[in-house]
């Protein structure tokens, strides 16, 4: 089984950054992509930023610019710099890992952590 723990959410002003982290720990051989979503109240789940295993990152056009997405293979870690934030940021904030292998041969699963809370307000 594998886990994923993130931190770093949190109430910050606008204008203002923040950093969040999600670690996968478990059986884990590889993971293919790792990433982020958010979900804001009364609002679907969507896209913010995700990363390949090889760097190639993708960023929801609402956060390009503002939002930086990186990863430390070594250490299953995805992270999520978010600078400017903005009110419209506020939601709460999904780790993700996909294509994730506990061998070379075995399938390919994906998981999500229990997402932390960011708030930005004044």
């Known amino acids: 089984q594998v886990q994923l723990v993130e931190s770093g959410g949190g109430l910050v002003q606008p204008g203002g950054s923040l950093r969040l982290s999600c670690t996968a720990s478990?059986?884990?051989?590889?993971?293919?992509?790792m990433g982020w979503y958010r979900q804001a109240p009364g609002k679907q789940r969507e896209l913010v930023a995700t990363?390949?295993?090889?760097?190639?990152?993708n960023y929801a056009d609402s956060v390009k610019g503002r939002f930086t997405v990186s990863r430390d293979n070594a250490k299953n870690t995805v992270y999520l710099q978010m600078n400017s934030l903005k009110p419209e940021d506020t939601a709460v904030y999904y780790c993700?890992?996909?294509?994730?292998?506990?061998?070379?041969?075995?399938?390919?699963?994906?998981?999500w952590g229990q997402g932390t809370q960011v708030t930005v307000s004044s």
């Open positions: 990363i390949s295993s090889g760097g190639t990152s």
């Open positions: 993700n890992a996909d294509g994730v292998r506990n061998t070379y041969y075995s399938g390919s699963f994906r998981y």
């Open positions: 478990g059986s884990i051989f590889s993971i293919d992509v």
